[in-house]
């Protein structure tokens, strides 16, 4: 089984190709599959029953390539099977040869058989649930086939969205099935049903009625005519359709005998095959009326196998066959007379039948059978149906008028195909290609020639339907089964159906006038609905504006904080609040608080900047006063830094504060909760601990290294992967700012103003600012602390490891000195301070830091690992050297190369795009 | 004297070597092109090699342990290979190879031709080292900076280029990150202050023991900020905002991965440090939220980059519900559909930029006749598309149905309305999908000539698309290779939902990380 499916999707994927170098010949080649699994099919219908096999593949979810063929499943499989190899060969001759979607049309029919083979031999109700879901989306494909055409479109949507929807429902049937039944085997299921809630059965019928086209559900399968007329005789008569109906019979010997289970399948099946044929009776279209023929059809299986008896079973299992037969038929022959005769309107087609004898017999044959004379096989099924349903006065009447319309509608689409019609020119006809007639006669001659098979055929079927646990009335399947009740309901029925076709007039004025639902308006209304509702609910969720989001975010910080205590329960309030352990505590404080409510008011952006800096002071001093000179110094550099680097940006870039669309009280209000959230959030955690926090250990640890600066340890050792991680952070932010600033141009090197300043006079510097913008006093400091600053910054570098330093103080240290010279003495004096390219410097020091964290890794234990030894140098002792200086020079040299490019993005190219009048 | 590597100490070479190689690209800087390409290509193919070691030595031996620096757990960082971190580790490696095959194809790196410094490059490297530093991190304060190393990257990436929609974009996405890691970083000082650690295995250890509303607190504040960072509503909306300007590269791994590694971050919290409790009904509840008002915009879009992003934040609630229904079944769910959504939502993205190139719009109403203009295109995008709205046999159904068992053998009427919106989210992706496909793909041609400029639909300041009939072979290459990833988890999905159920009993279990991190003589 498993060979034949993959040799399906082979073929299909092979079908473009196949086709673009064979055209229509390639159809040949794709109906091997189907044809070799109908080969199969025989065999394994003489082999003997049943055949199982079964191949693990997820057994986390149960879902197992489980195959297994019974009667109804080789029946199944035949139909399926026989009907794709003669469609193949139809649709070879009905495409036009030049088709460039001839490759797509192949490859998803034979993608289709496959599907549907898995489908009816599936024996795992999940697997079932992958090859149902295959083949809507084959189908999809196939109905949007021109997809140019909206109507086609339409369709191909409707039909997707309806079976779909269907399909999920049953899924969550399926999987609460098989969670009640410990198994998703569908043979064991049938075999020793479990109890299952009743919406997990309404959930699988669900399904099952979407994907059959059952009321309230059937709107798709007229809309899905838009397909090429083969699709429609394979997908939505003979196959596809089927498969709603398949599953019902399927799990029919499970919950057959339920009562909700037939509460809902006999009912709306039963007003499906009479709202079905009702509507056939008004079309003029002789697809659309099949289509609602269809409807009508399996509305009936679907009651006969909802019913839930052995009779039934019989019954349905016969009527499946029969209508495989006479349907694909039928719209074979459709697709005749539209490719012969050039329509398929009822009003426009005259005379077909005397030019098409052989057509018309193939037709009139296969409608014979639809309408359920003898001796065919709808007859004989018909008669068991009826006779199956004796108990059930309501479905038995249910079936008689239903039977009527069928009767009624077939002499319809017999006289719409092929009567000559007064006042209509007779319709000049094309000749029918053999490859589209001989498959059409073949299956209707079927619908003859298997009539006498029919009681071997119920005693074969009787191992599936043996396993109904309700007998239901006694009844037989034969060709002729006597006088009796059954022949007579039929009889009238056939009386009354004559009748209704010669009143079709007035039966077509009715029909328009009688209100029916339209469930495709209803389908549309609630597709338009949800689409006006999805616009609506992401225009209020959508704002598109930040300050939005961001008020979102502290409304949820707040709600973090009132969550925590409504769930967690009212904090211990006896929190040991100490005021202050030194008196520059509260003045710090203090200032830091000044600095936070000034910022809200101002308004000039530098202002804001200095504001926010006196914050970054203020936690410096903090830092301080704390006894960790480290971090100041850090934190002092840094800031200072960050004040150049805003005063650079803000030449060009006039921030407006804004106002947000809050109140001001509001949005105060809001501040203030955030404020309190996180103030109490960190009051609680400091009173909750009550072990040695890792600090500690981290200082005995560095000790016992023989670090003496537990800060510096930290940072390129104990820590170093986090230093690793955010120099490089810094790296990558400032190439991203500068490369925005650079965008416009293409060269990186700072050109040299042009001599609009050849001052003679001395100066102190490499180049100079025009006078007036120029401070000698600058100049003259920059010139000569440049040199001491860079070695004191080299010195910060190497002192990190015992003393107050480090490579990242170090590295701002020799960046606030080349900044100092730009200030100076302007753009080209940077260039002139440090000409080495930026990102090499950045590069180089990354480089650097995750080159040694690599050494550690092949020389030492693990990554980072610092390699050291104490080297005597002559003059300056025992030195300790290791890996992690070379680290921290890579940090060095990261920080060095960052505010660079920060000065020379920042500063340097903006004052030239500034100079050269650039705009913004 | 040989050196020995043990397995352990291969941990780490995800995130270092791509770090080095960022180093040396920027020091080489913009010369020698095909040596750059070179080197980014075999980083990345490296870091995928040595990720599935990884692999399967976390899956023969259990969670691996690398203490950085040789400085043991608590004191030093460690990173740690479990299942789960290995596996999306192998799939986010697989998946960042693949963009930078379709970057370096697409010639990203060539837009910046003459431009000071190439950037694109090492800023896809860091991102690239930050997302494995975040899966693989056993220290909260670490995982900080691993965002950091990401969200820089992500940064430089996103405004590649420098447009003005773009910068916008940026700003979005930059201060929705601050905002984020602001909360982060509280969310870290409260932690150290109430339990004095931050390596992730002591805290498994300390959080239980501390006063509920404490923890509430903490698992609260890291839950919003990593909530943002996966977008789930109500802390979604930037990210439709951001991400469809981007290069397509950078959308397609920031859809694929970055929101994923927020999810991975959730499930290791809520797993690792704070089972059960109050909050996983919270995160039913959201990731309810969140995958509805998520499709619901995806049915809204007429753009098929929106329309992605959409679809993007409603299937992290998937993920979020399959974390929120805290059973083993739950997790392996979710851990199952972050495999199969890092590589499907990435595929689309890259495909819809393959159609940005060909036809210069990706806005359905200006598309049309795709498959018949472009099969191989359609092709690709139908598969994934299909993958995407959980069409069976697909990854995205085997997700779908893995939450869905999970979700039902839950019980109760809150997993069971979760269920019936995953379905519905499920068909609503699906229609959003066919739309798209249905107008885009479908309906009349529109004919396109080669090196057509199209100027930009909204005033946006975007320098109008130039379309190019002359798609290069390593870009489908790379694209295809993206789709048949996907399409590989649903031949190898016993083995790999047997492993997503073994990394998710690793999770609940606790005791195999927590071992193995702070040693065996506890």
Redesign the interface.
């Known amino acids: 089984m498993e060979l034949l499916l993959i040799l399906h999707a082979v073929a299909a994927v092979c079908a473009?190709w196949l086709a673009a170098r064979m055209g229509r010949a390639s159809f040949a080649v794709l109906a091997v599959p189907p044809a070799a699994a109908f080969v199969h099919t025989l065999w394994v219908a003489v082999r003997g029953l049943p055949m199982r096999e079964a191949t693990?593949?997820?057994?986390?979810?149960q879902?197992e390539l489980d195959f297994r063929a019974d009667p109804l499943a080789v029946v199944m499989m035949a139909l399926v099977t026989g009907i794709g190899v003669l469609v193949l060969g139809y649709s070879a001759a009905y495409l036009p040869a030049g088709d460039?979607g001839l490759g797509?049309y192949g490859g998803v029919m034979v993608a289709f058989a496959g599907s549907m083979l898995g489908l009816v031999t599936a024996d795992n109700l999940?697997l079932l649930?992958?090859f149902w879901?295959?083949t809507t989306?084959f189908s999809?494909l196939l109905i949007?086939y021109d997809?140019?055409s909206?109507v086609s479109?339409q369709a191909?949507?409707k039909a997707?969205?309806i079976t779909?929807?269907g399909g999920?429902?049953m899924?969550?049937g399926f999987?609460?099935t098989g969670?009640a039944a410990g198994t998703y085997r569908v043979s064991a299921i049938a075999a020793d049903p479990p109890a299952v809630a009743p919406v997990a059965l309404v959930l699988v019928l669900t399904g099952a009625l979407a994907k059959s086209a059952i009321f309230p559900f059937s709107t798709w399968l007229p809309a899905a005519m838009a397909a090429p007329t083969p699709v429609s005789a394979y997908l939505h008569a003979a196959a596809m359709v089927k498969a709603g109906v398949y599953l019902v019979a399927r799990l029919g010997p499970a919950f057959g005998d339920v009562a909700l289970w037939r509460a809902v399948a006999v009912p709306l099946g039963l007003v499906t095959m009479v709202l079905g044929g009702w509507r056939a009776l008004r079309e003029t279209d002789l697809k659309r009326l099949l289509a609602y023929g269809t409807v009508s059809q399996l509305g009936f299986l679907v009651a006969l196998f909802g019913a839930g008896t052995r009779a039934t079973a019989l019954a349905g299992a016969a009527m499946l066959v029969a209508h495989a037969l006479f349907k694909a038929t039928l719209f074979l022959v459709v697709g005749i007379v539209d490719h012969a005769a050039g329509s398929r309107e009822t009003g426009e087609l005259s005379g077909v039948g005397r030019a098409m004898p052989w057509v018309c017999a193939a037709a009139v044959l296969a409608g014979a059978s639809m309408a359920g004379l003898p001796p065919l096989v709808g007859f004989a099924a018909k008669e068991a149906a009826l006779e199956s349903l004796l108990d059930a006065p309501f479905a038995l009447a249910g079936v008689v008028a239903g039977s009527a319309l069928t009767a009624a509608y077939t002499l319809r689409f017999l006289w719409g195909a092929f009567a000559a019609k007064p006042g209509v020119a007779a319709r000049p006809v094309r000749r029918v290609p053999a490859a589209m007639f001989v498959p059409t006669a073949l299956l209707s001659a079927l619908g003859l020639a298997l009539a006498p098979a029919a009681s071997w055929y119920a005693g074969t079927m009787s191992a599936y339907t043996g396993a109904f646990r309700d007998p239901g009335h006694e009844t037989h399947l034969v060709v002729w089964s006597g006088f009796g009740l059954p022949l007579l309901l039929s009889a009238a029925a056939l009386a009354a159906g004559v009748l209704l076709f010669a009143a079709r007039e007035p039966v077509a004025r009715a029909g328009a006038v009688l209100p029916v639902p339209d469930s495709s308006q209803v389908f549309w209304i609630i597709v338009r609905g949800?689409?006006r509702?999805?616009?609506q609910?992401?225009g209020l969720?959508?704002?598109?504006s930040?300050p939005?989001?961001?008020m979102?975010?502290m409304l949820?910080?707040v709600g973090?904080?009132v969550?925590?205590?409504a769930?967690?329960?009212?904090?211990?309030l006896d929190v040991p609040v100490v005021a202050w352990q030194r008196p520059e505590q509260p003045v710090i404080t203090v200032l830091v608080a000044a600095a936070a409510v000034l910022a809200l008011f101002a308004r000039a952006s530098i202002f804001l900047a200095v504001v926010v800096g006196m914050l970054g002071y203020g936690t410096a001093l903090l830092f301080l006063v704390h006894g960790s000179p480290d971090l100041a110094l850090t934190q002092f550099l840094a800031e200072t830094l960050l004040l150049v680097v805003f005063a650079l940006v803000l030449r060009r870039l006039p921030i407006d504060p804004g106002r947000g669309r809050l109140p001001f009280p509001v949005r105060i209000g809001l501040g203030l909760a955030v404020g309190v959230v996180?103030t109490g959030?960190?009051m609680?955690?400091?009173s909750?601990?009550d072990?040695?926090?890792?600090?500690a250990?981290?200082a005995t640890?560095a000790r016992e290294a023989g670090a003496r600066n537990i800060v510096t340890a930290l940072i390129v050792?104990?820590?170093?992967?986090?230093t690793?991680?955010?120099s490089?952070?810094l790296?990558?932010?400032t190439?991203?700012l500068?490369?925005?600033v650079?965008?416009r141009?293409?060269?990186?090197r700072i050109e040299p103003k042009e001599a609009e300043h050849p001052s003679a006079e001395p100066h102190w510097l490499a180049s100079t600012l025009p006078r007036g913008q120029r401070v000698l006093a600058f100049d003259v400091v920059a010139r000569l602390t440049f040199h001491t600053v860079l070695l004191l910054s080299v010195f910060l570098l190497f002192v990190g490891h015992s003393g107050v330093g480090g490579g990242f103080a170090g590295g701002i240290v020799a960046g606030l000195a080349i900044a100092v010279r730009y200030l100076a003495g302007g753009r080209n004096e940077l260039g002139v301070a440090l000409p080495v390219?930026a990102?090499?410097l950045?590069?180089?020091?990354?480089?650097?830091?995750?080159?040694t964290?690599?050494i550690?890794?092949?020389?030492?234990?693990?990554?980072?690992?610092?390699l050291a030894t104490d080297v005597s140098v002559p003059l300056a002792g025992h030195v300790h050297l290791s890996t992690g200086v070379l680290f921290d020079l890579g940090v060095y040299l990261s920080v060095i190369g960052m505010v660079q490019d920060v000065l020379r993005g920042l500063g340097a190219e903006l004052d030239r795009q500034i100079d050269a009048g650039e705009g913004s | 004297m040989e050196p020995s590597l043990p397995v352990e100490s291969l941990i780490c070479v995800p995130v270092l070597l791509p770090l080095l190689a960022a180093g040396v690209k920027l020091a080489i800087g913009g010369r020698l092109r095909r040596l750059q390409s070179v080197i980014s290509l075999v980083t990345l193919g490296l870091s995928l090699a040595v990720s599935v070691v990884l692999l399967v030595a976390a899956e023969s031996r259990g969670p691996l342990v690398t203490y950085l620096g040789g400085w043991p757990s608590p004191i030093g960082i460690c990173l740690v290979a479990d299942r789960l971190s290995t596996l999306v580790l192998v799939v986010s490696s697989a998946v960042t190879f693949c963009v930078m095959a379709y970057s370096v194809a697409n010639a990203y790196d060539e837009q910046e031709h003459d431009a000071p410094m190439a950037i694109f490059h090492p800023a896809f490297l860091v991102m690239v080292a930050g997302v494995a530093d975040a899966f693989l991190s056993g220290d909260l304060f670490n995982l900080f900076v691993a965002f950091e190393l990401l969200l820089s990257g992500s940064y430089v990436l996103l405004t590649f280029g420098g447009t003005e929609a773009r910068i916008r974009a940026g700003a979005t996405y930059t201060l929705m990150a601050l905002a984020s890691s602001m909360l982060f970083l509280v969310a870290l000082a409260v932690t150290y202050g109430a339990t004095g650690t931050l390596a992730l295995a002591q805290l498994a250890e300390r959080f239980p023991q501390l006063p509920e509303q404490v923890k509430l607190l903490v698992e609260l504040t890291l839950l919003l900020a990593f909530a943002i960072k996966a977008a789930i509503f109500p802390m979604s909306a930037w990210l439709p905002d951001s991400y469809p300007t981007a290069p397509t590269p950078a959308t397609a791994v920031f859809a694929g991965l970055l929101t994923k590694v927020g999810v991975y971050s959730i499930i290791r919290l809520e797993a690792l440090l704070f089972p059960g409790g109050p909050v996983s009904t919270l995160l039913m509840w959201l990731a309810l939220a969140t995958m509805l008002v998520g499709v619901l915009g995806a049915v809204a879009q007429t753009d098929l980059k929106r329309m992605l992003s959409f679809t993007l934040v409603s299937h992290i609630g998937y993920m979020v519900f399959g974390v929120g229904l805290s059973t083993r079944a739950g997790l392996t769910g979710a851990i199952f559909y972050v495999v199969h959504h890092i590589t499907v939502q990435t595929s689309l993205f890259l495909v819809t930029g393959m159609v940005e190139r060909r036809f210069g719009t990706t806005s359905v109403t200006r598309l049309g006749g795709l498959m018949r203009a472009t099969p191989l295109i359609a092709v690709l995008f139908f598969v994934p598309a299909m993958n995407l709205s959980g069409i069976p046999p697909m990854s995205g159904f085997l997700g779908k149905l893995l939450l869905v068992q999970a979700g039902l053998a839950a019980g109760g009427w809150p997993a069971g309305t979760l269920v019936a919106a995953g379905l519905v989210t499920s068909l609503l992706t699906l229609y959003a999908v066919a739309k798209a496909w249905s107008r885009a793909f479908w309906s009349a041609p529109r004919v396109v000539q080669a090196g057509t400029v199209v100027e930009s639909e909204e005033d946006t300041g975007e320098d109008p698309t130039v379309t190019t009939t002359s798609l290069p072979a390593a870009l489908t290459v790379s694209v295809t290779a993206l789709v048949a990833l996907g399409l590989s988890f649903t031949v190898l999905a016993g083995p790999l939902s047997a492993l997503a159920e073994r990394a998710a009993g690793e999770l609940m279990a606790r005791e195999p990380y927590i071992t193995a991190v702070l040693g065996r003589e506890r």
């Open positions: 473009p693990a593949w997820a057994p986390v979810m879902m460039e797509r999940l649930y992958v879901e295959l989306v999809y949007g997809p140019e909206r479109r191909a949507m997707l969205a779909t929807s999920l429902c899924l969550a999987v609460l969670q949800l689409d509702f999805a616009v609910l992401t969720v959508q704002r598109g930040v939005d989001y961001l979102l975010t949820a910080t973090v904080g969550f925590s205590v769930y967690g329960g009212a904090p211990r996180l959030a960190g609680l955690a400091g909750a601990r072990v040695v926090p890792v600090g250990h981290m640890a050792d104990i820590r170093a992967w986090d690793l991680g955010e490089t952070v790296i990558v932010l190439l991203g500068t490369s925005l650079f965008l141009r293409r060269s990186y390219h990102g090499v950045m590069g180089v020091g990354l480089t650097l830091s995750a080159g964290a690599l550690g890794l092949l020389f030492g234990s693990a990554a980072l690992d610092m």
